[in-house]
């Protein structure tokens, strides 16, 4: 988990949405004095991701809870496994539990989905894309890093990707946006190329780019970029994005791509099952 | 979309994240005085969900952007159809795109989901969850809202909800955790308690809480729990939670609950295809 | 003191109001090394409410001071009790002081108002308003809880109330206003409608709302509502508001009125007198 | 109304402790066209205090809101007088309301309870002092002074103060930490020194601060210290504070102190009535 | 190093600008259980300046490294000078070196710069101004203090200061403006009245500042000026400002001004050279 | 001027600093009605640097002044030019003069320093450091670009950077280190590392980063450097950093460096002069 201020801000804000209020439930049903223990479990399959944000959540609440990790984020677990164990008052866990869960729920889900696409990539390197949940940036491209898969850039500011968009606000088109960027960004920032046809691609080659996105191919279009690009001066790292499926995984990897990106991994993930199993027997006045 | 102060900084958030040091591509290949207009159009067929969003992110920017609005939340669309358009710096527009499409991505997500669900429901209320995104509380629930369903409680705050950890918490179990709880609760906040079984049953209809939960009972569970709560000298409500499947809406309604609560709602929706298209033959100095 | 972090915020705020510039007194005429021990005492009879107050402001001051609580929430004491004791650094305690106390006053102000008002209920129930002070919301209501009085709804969140300027908004007044709450409002949020006079009252009855709010009728007023909700296929609760004074609580109670709300219990509730005594005596290098 | 971040965090705070869940009933009961005017108007004498807070509320909340003053903070105005009106969208008068009332209540509260006690002091100079409420000290001292009295220091940081306190935890004395400060204290910033009787009054002097204040001193003890202050070789201001009322007002101007300070100013102040007024036959699609 | 909470949202910041994407090479280089012991050097001759912020910088990242001075605030070292240590995860000890060092680098240079020319000053009071970096006006003046000079005011809140383009916005010129603020100003703030000749100075004595602000006034008219001051009815202190320099300052004190403030102690102070030196041979699994 | 958050977080800083209380002065000397116009003018020859700041300070404050730029960043001025012209509120004008001015005099100081240093590195590129002021990480950043410089990383997450303490961490040395970082680093992130000698860049050039440092190499070192360089497989970029001066860029241009990095742009620069005129004559009811 990165320790970044912005997963505190979210910690935060999820603490805060549930219990601007207080929990009124537990206020009346449990004594201040009443302490138990508890044990967070899978509750199937899943692989494990998102242990360091228990402890964010008791400490962006400032709650007293002892945390003790039972499992490791990228660990695959299978049911009744237990993942962490929680030990303070009652109250405190009872107010803390539905958010941890939603949290370790959606990470987990992330991490596992991404795990199950990756094992057809066989070493076609899988990016994930700037298509994560609003709030969620770090936390998803941390999951999706568990998971197996690896990290686009993070944001607009850490490296330059021209997109259709940026060409088409050009008057000169592709030429002249790259006449612009290449002239005068960060020396060491990379630099990507988003490319919709072979002229585009020739274009964008004179300028020796980081990185060649080849946008929306078929494959037999990629055959033919992956010749004039293998005839450029310097060879750029080539990515290919869109209509990435898990079955065309084999067939990209043999046209010699280097890389894919694919949103789904953080739009389609569906949460895990996780739940928290509180031990009342523990008591101590 | 519910004005709150939370969506807000939830909004500030997801800038922050992408922003945070900049959008360094945007600032290169495109000049400051460049402008355009920008349709967001649906890719699939969806229900459309979160058009306020896309202002609340231009305004938590400071961009000048004009934006309006081109379909209303809760309406059905193909694809291909327009929501919205905006207007001026296209650096601005560029800078703003990802976010904008992130957030209608996962509201019309839920809502389209949630829709699908409710087809099955014919007049069974269905309820969602706290099992919403962290950070995204009352966006989720106005989607599911938007969607057909209807709200539980929103937060820890807004209602009393005594569930199994509360009652395993007290030396008396069921009745012990009741009589704290129904002795001195806010008197017109709604409250709510989960049964296990039919001993739990009992005792909680004593007390005439607002409404029984019936959490994980079989069909032929449910029907006897209906005629105990039959019997009881004030009728709660009746809701149904666990192993909910669309299927099961049917019977459920049959065997007369009031309502059925499901996580899934929010758990697991996929974001919807939306996308925006930048045109650049508008241009003013 | 309910758990919710608008509360921190505010502690959060009246430490920097007092602190921005820094304590210029505390650090030019106290070393950094010297510690003391302080008490805090009652001065006048009174309710307690707020301890927890103290180690909020000594945890948001990120102080070091040790505090230790003497008395309880709830508690009426008389003059030169001892509510709590502090012990650390003296530029600490010095520096939390005031605004540890004007925490205190307040809180215990109302609680004790509200004490001294509840004594003539008698059972009727006593409900506080969203008359509080900006920022104080949750204290207020707190206080107010503590001094023996009830909660109304805590925000315009949690519970509807269709008033005569919701009413008067609609081209088909109180019926065209209670079509359009009472079919899409939340299932199992509350719901309460005020009434002006009989014609109003007997529209909203038809719709069944949890209670009605008798606004600023006489008792004679009353005597008739009451008959005509008595005559309703399903009771409300029956709430009466405005021109509620201590000497009318007898004749309310038994006209057969369910709860009075009083806004005075926050808006009319002085200060109590509680002081710091400082004990240097303790010394440790 | 001071122009101070501070104060806009308050206004920040008040808006989200009431519409943290949003504001359900106006959702529900009012359409998103609907458009009113309102007044908001005195209904009792009062000291009109706050009137720009209202402007405050409404760009916080980030509505649309026409505002228009029709009083200035300072006035006397008795019932029905109007003080300002609104103008726009009805849901967001109806969820402004109770904030906007709550902060003018309040302030006027305060000026109106100053101005009554300020008829008494004829010249002799009166000053508040920093038991204000959490959260509100320059509303809580801007009210003051529109009421009529003086401001004292308005933070830990602005003034030096040396109290009975700082003094106790010198080892030598009030003599020891007079030197401390004296000595290092900024060369403009003006200090005071609080005595208790002759002998600290008598070293007090020696250090010519810029005001003496005399704690609890009954008048005798006044009349005596007047007398060591004149033989002094630099007369500082004389500050009279503890016991406060407004029968002795007289006895103590003709003493020939220069000030007292009262903390009731704050601490006393009941909140004045204040209401809106929506009229609703105004409507614009 | 002042108490403020405006110091910890600066310290805040700084941590968020350097690690809003986390620390992509600790994370990847170092393993999480690593620990290391470092010290924090000096490079050069210095006055130490903000040891404390070392503390805050570890307490806001929450970060658990102990940090143990090594030196104190003002004291004057030479290179390879230790002023503290640094002992704990290293990734952490990695992540806050480049922040911490850049705090103590600016403090420790503005306190070295203003103690050289504090040197020159022989008993003449040296002020700095409200020329602050801004973000840094605590810290940048606490600096001056620990370099030995005196802070002017802190801020716009805290002292009156009638400057020229206040005169000149007066209808009535310095006349008017000085009415208006004699008649009002809270009664124990400080004020001071900034003259750009004769004519204003002789109207300003009359009203009696606190201190009189000779603006660029070159030696012989400030020698006329100090000539009418002494004539006037009490003698305010005298600030002269405007072409300060360590030659003109004996000349200055010479001719009897209480003080001379100079913006440059802040504005034209170069960072000092300080380090972090890690040692690894400390190894804790 | 780059859009992010942090800047708009940092002027919201400088603003509460200086407003926290209040501008006392300006709310006492001038009249709330009282409007101006107000020149923003460089005193001296400088790289105009931070004409942005000025719209965000007015926003950020809520102030109603309009702002005309009448220069543009990174022209090189001298003095009496006009750089910005600000009107409105008078009170307005003063209140943000000084927190204006302390922006541009820090951006402009650091523009045109950086500018100064570039003059003698014709065409080898100069970078600046993660040396900048902490809180201003952007905007050192950005006045070093205006100024003719290249940013380096801007943050620990948006490049690697094995420098002396990741590979002292390692118990393997600099292989180790550069085997966890390469295998594992996010495919399209640059990375550089730092050496101190020909064995440690043996090492490093096995691994292929993008950039090589050199650290503290004299002269002749360099020239071995490059030639074990040159023989690599494949060369990565250089970059020399430390005890970089103007006088030794020609020797590093020759030994065919491709950049130097230097604190000192952000370390060693001295605000330049800018001031503001108040034109009073300007004046509107």
């Not at 809870?65 to 299978?78: A, I, K």
């Not at 994560?132 to 197996?148: E, F, M, N």
């Not at 898969?149 to 088109?173: E, F, P, Q, T």
């Amino acid at each position: 988990m990165r320790g970044s201020p912005l997963v505190r801000k979210l910690v935060s804000l999820a603490l805060e949405e549930d219990l601007a209020l207080g929990d009124v439930t537990g206020e009346l049903a449990v004594s201040a004095e009443h302490r138990s223990s508890a044990r967070i479990v899978a509750r199937q399959r899943l692989v494990v991701c998102g242990l360091e944000v228990i402890s964010m959540v008791v400490e962006e609440a400032r709650f007293s809870l002892e945390v003790r990790q039972r499992s490791r984020d990228g660990v695959e677990v299978n049911g009744e496994e237990v993942l962490a164990e929680l030990e303070g008052p009652t109250r405190q866990i009872l107010a803390a539990e539905r958010t941890i869960l939603n949290f370790l729920q959606r990470l987990s889900g992330v991490a596992t989905h991404t795990r199950d696409f990756i094992s057809a990539a066989k070493g076609l390197t899988v990016l994930d894309t700037r298509k994560t949940l609003p709030g969620w940036r770090l936390l998803d491209k941390y999951a999706v890093s568990v998971g197996g898969a690896s990290n686009h850039r993070l944001s607009l500011g850490d490296m330059v990707l021209v997109k259709n968009n940026h060409i088409d606000a050009h008057s000169h088109g592709i030429r002249g946006a790259l006449e612009r960027v290449s002239g005068s960004k960060p020396p060491y920032m990379p630099w990507e190329v988003e490319v919709r046809n072979m002229e585009e691609l020739a274009v964008a080659l004179e300028f020796r780019p980081t990185v060649i996105m080849l946008d929306n191919f078929p494959n037999e279009g990629i055959r033919a970029a992956m010749q004039a690009i293998a005839a450029a001066p310097q060879r750029p790292l080539v990515e290919v994005s869109g209509g990435i499926t898990k079955e065309r995984l084999a067939a990209l990897r043999e046209l010699g791509v280097d890389a894919v990106s694919a949103g789904f991994l953080t739009t389609h993930a569906p949460n895990v099952d996780i739940s928290m199993r509180v031990n009342t027997t523990y008591y101590a006045a």
